[in-house]
C-alpha cells in the first residue's frame, strides 16, 4: 500500500510539474508538496528536480517563439545570484522562515490584485532594479523549495504581457534557473542514482502533461487565464504561509526541548 501510495503521489507531482512547464498557472509549486506526502520535502524537491528540467526542454520547445527577452535578460542575472546565496546559505537559514517570506509576500500582493478588481492595470515597462531583486528572490525561493512563482508573479504580472508571452516568459525563465540548481543540487547530495532512476520513469507523464498544458491554455480566455493565475498565487501563499508558521512552530518546540 505505502509502494502505490508513493507512485501515486510520484505520479501526480510528475503530471501537476509538466502542466506547469506547459504554461499553467503555478501548477508546478504543487509537486514538492505532493510528493511530501509520502515522504520528506528535502528529499522531494531533489527527487524532483531532475523532472522539472526534462519537462523545461519540452516547454522550452513548445514557447520558443512566445517569450519577453527585456523581462529575461533583467530577471535571470538576479536569480543565478539569488540560487548562489541560497546554496551559500543552505545549512544557516531555516527553510521555513523563506517559506513563510514567500507565502507573506505572494498573499499581499494577490490580495491587491483581487481588490483593484483587475490582474492588470496600467502596464508597466520592466525596470531593471526592481527585475534583479525579485529575479534575485525568485532564484532563491525556487533553490530553497521550488517556490519561485510568488516573486516572479509580483515582477511580471503589472507588466501587461499576453497569456502566451507571460506563460513562454515564465516556462524560459524556470527552464534557466532549474539548469543552474543542478550543480548546487548535486553538490548538497540532493541528486543521486535512486533520484535518477525514479526520475527518468516520471519524466514521462511530466512530458505529456506539458503539451496538455500548452493545449490547456490555448483554449482558457486571456483573462479568465490572469485570473486563475492571482487566484492560484493566493491559495498557495496561504499554504506557504501555514507550511511557514508550522515550520517555525516546530523548529522553535525543538530549541526548546534542548
Known sequence: MEVAAYWVAAVVAAMLVGMGKGGVPVVGMLGVP???????????????????VVSDVFGLYAYRHAFDRRVLAILLPGAVFGIAIGWATASVVPEAAVTLLVGVIGLAFALNLLIRRAVVVDPKRPEVAPGLFWGALTGFTSFVSHAGAPPYQVYTLPLGLTKQVFAGTSTIAFAVINAVKLLPYYHLGQLNPGNLKVAAILAIPATIAVFAGVRLVQFIPERLFFRIVTWALLLISVKLVWDGISGLAIVAAGGGAG
Not at 510528493?35 to 523532472?51: D, E, F, R, S, W
Open 34 to 52: 505532493v510528493m511530501a506526502l509520502v515522504m520528506n520535502p528535502v528529499l522531494a524537491a531533489g527527487l524532483l528536480l531532475p523532472v522539472y
